[in-house]
């Protein structure tokens, strides 16, 4: 895990027609397949049916218990046992963003669906570590005595107390970032399942306003976690990333206004920075909100939130060397920020120019710096250049990604992967039992931990491949994050999109702590023949105005009634007048999404749509039962 470290939306989008280009060299669709899969190795709680990294089994099965809470599930950070909630938060904000701008890529690749599952493993936590609007969970163990053990996950016998923040004891970093993860992640659940989506966001409204309302640092209340995630750059920046991240999934104008209002006091405006990761998001919250200025949202804020964009300008020429002051380089050219755990900067850096690049090139702009303007695409260059240095483009010739390539690590600082796995030998590996048999075993890993991103080399590019060599060798689930967007936006090229086209949402009610919810909605079948063993069903979810306009939102469940599986669907779809989302057209009629192959007996598929009308008329053109 990173330690004592010092001092970022997108509505889902349409697709427009233009040339896609694709880059060579490395395999990025299987380095994005293996990346997440990282993720899973992971877990913590009861594992699922459908786990594939098949040497872990479940763990910390009564976390929360003796705070009369439940806390089991979430992921451990890194190498350890331990659940730190910071971390673990930057980490689902930033796979969420990953897939907000890139899920399509993704979805080519298989792969859309994994994510997905990843970033739900994390928020589903994140729900049950928030019982109450004013209280937040953020950390179960702890540091000191999970490190003097070296033990299997499912063999823990450390201490595994829970710890949390609320009005006496504040943490505005930490719920302002877990605000930002649940926001972020409503929206990458918006269409596939919109009430997990609306939950998210009710979480995330009540954890900002407790960030808001009482502050201070989290560190200063979990007084445990200082010496592992200390926040040394205060919670201001979580608190604008929080706001940057509301408006994004809201559409609410409070928090635009609240960048606006806040952006020269909380710093947003005033620092010029040089790195970004869990503890400093100034980098993250001055790209979306030039974002916000590109897309032609500011209004009269646009004075303010052009002093944002130049930030975020000055943050994107330092990293490709041609600012006022560049961030530091290796001789092989990876970006050079710490010894311990170099690699978070390199790939949370790396997906701000990667999404800066296409934010540019979609409103025709270029990159302002100190030594002249430069074309967006240098920055995707840039990204490409780091990328391919951590899977194996270096003097050493070697992948820093675990299961990559022929020359990876194999001696990971990780419990769970350099001890032999419990259904391989269920006998209990105690507690310093482990330091003596596994930890200093001078031998490859029982288990490969696919996918983790460790720590990587030094400042001259020098990486010792040894278990006790924590700052090289351990790996953290906030490594893995952002490389997930960079790698899809690799593996797939532009893909076709305009990344500052915002799809229309509605606006929310202003911001309290309870949600007003929801009308029931009523049911509306489609006719379909008696015979057909396809259901269609379609439900008004929502309504807003816009600009004179009433929009719909329409939630359309297509649901097979027989005992065989359906295959090859095809929908026709009339009087539809606005975007659709959850199937794939082919000609003149729909099918299933690309991540969809079948419909099992009786499974559903759930599609929706956006426009000013009565509900489409939706039936069932043909279908093979299998």
């Not at 989008?13 to 997440?36: E, T, V």
């Not at 960030?211 to 209340?221: E, L, V």
């Not at 930890?439 to 030094?458: F, H, I, Q």
């Not at 379909?528 to 009433?550: D, L, R, V």
Request: charged share 20%; proline share 5%; aromatic share 14%.
């Amino acid at each position: 895990m990173g330690k004592l470290m010092r001092l970022i939306s997108m509505a889902p989008l349409f697709l427009l027609l233009c040339l896609p280009f694709a880059f060579g060299g490395h395999d990025y669709n299987q380095a994005l397949s293996k990346s997440i899969l990282f993720f899973e190795a992971q877990r913590s709680g009861y594992l699922p049916h459908n786990q594939r990294i098949t040497w872990r089994a479940n763990s910390g099965l009564n976390d929360g218990k003796a705070s009369g809470v439940d806390l089991v599930g979430g992921y451990y950070d890194a190498g350890d046992n331990v659940k730190f909630g910071l971390p673990m938060a930057f980490t689902i904000t930033m796979m969420s963003w990953s897939i907000i701008e890139y899920g399509k890529q993704m979805a080519a690749n298989g792969e859309l669906g994994h994510a997905m599952e990843a970033v739900k493993w994390g928020t589903d936590y994140f729900i049950k570590a928030h019982p109450q609007p004013y209280v937040l969970y953020g950390e179960v163990g702890d540091g000191n005595s999970d490190h003097y053990c070296w033990q299997r996950p499912e063999d823990m016998t450390t201490d595994r107390r829970a710890y949390k923040i609320d009005p006496s004891n504040p943490g505005s970093d930490l719920a302002g970032e877990t605000a930002a993860a649940m926001a972020a992640a409503s929206i990458v659940f918006r269409r596939s399942n919109p009430a997990y989506s609306r939950e998210l966001l009710r979480h995330a409204y009540q954890l900002f306003e407790f960030a808001d309302k009482y502050r201070g640092k989290y560190d200063s209340s979990i007084t445990v976690a200082q010496k592992f995630y200390r926040s040394i750059s205060g919670y201001n920046d979580e608190l604008l990333w929080a706001a940057a991240w509301l408006y994004q999934a809201s559409n609410n104008k409070y928090y635009l206004n609240y960048l606006a209002k806040n952006g020269d006091s909380m710093g947003g405006t005033g620092w010029a920075m040089t790195e970004f990761g869990w503890d400093v998001k100034y980098a993250g919250v001055q790209t979306l909100v030039a974002k916000f200025l590109m897309q032609g949202k500011a209004g009269h804020h646009a004075p303010v939130f052009e002093k944002y964009r130049q930030k975020a300008e000055y943050f994107m020429c330092s990293l490709i060397g041609k600012g006022s002051r560049n961030i530091q380089r290796t001789p092989g050219g990876l970006i050079y920020r710490q010894r311990w755990n170099n690699m978070q900067f390199v790939t949370s850096a790396s997906f701000l120019a990667t999404v800066y690049s296409d934010y540019l090139t979609s409103y025709r702009g270029s990159l302002k710096c100190a030594a002249g303007n430069v074309a967006p695409s240098e920055l995707l260059s840039f990204a490409k250049s780091q990328v391919d240095y951590l899977l194996g483009d270096n003097p050493r010739a070697t992948s820093y990604m675990v299961g990559y390539g022929n020359n990876y690590p194999r001696q990971v600082h990780h419990r769970g992967s350099s001890i032999v796995s419990i259904k391989v030998n269920p006998k209990f590996v105690a507690c310093r039992q482990g330091y003596a048999t596994w930890y200093t075993r001078k031998a490859s890993d029982p288990n490969v931990l696919t996918g983790a991103l460790v720590g990587g080399p030094d400042a001259y590019d020098n990486f010792a491949d040894e278990r006790d060599n924590y700052e090289q060798t351990e790996p953290a689930t906030y490594n893995n994050a952002p490389l997930l967007g960079i790698l899809a936006r690799l593996a797939g090229g532009h893909g076709g999109y305009n990344q500052l086209l915002p799809v229309v949402s509605p606006a929310s009610n202003p911001v309290i702590a309870k949600l007003k919810p929801a009308p029931k909605p009523k049911w509306t079948p489609t006719p379909a023949s008696s015979s057909s063993p396809i259901t269609i069903n379609q439900k008004m979810t929502t309504s807003w105005n816009h600009k004179g306009k009433t929009y719909y939102r329409y939630s359309t469940v297509v649901t097979n009634k027989s005992y065989k599986t359906v295959k090859a669907l095809k929908l026709s779809i009339s009087k539809l007048y606005g975007p659709i989302w959850g199937l794939t057209k082919s000609g003149n009629s729909y099918g299933f999404p690309e991540w969809l192959n079948t419909l099992p007996a009786g499974k559903s598929l759930e599609f929706v749509y956006i426009h000013a009308a009565s509900p489409a008329d939706v039936s069932v053109s043909s279908y093979n039962l299998a």
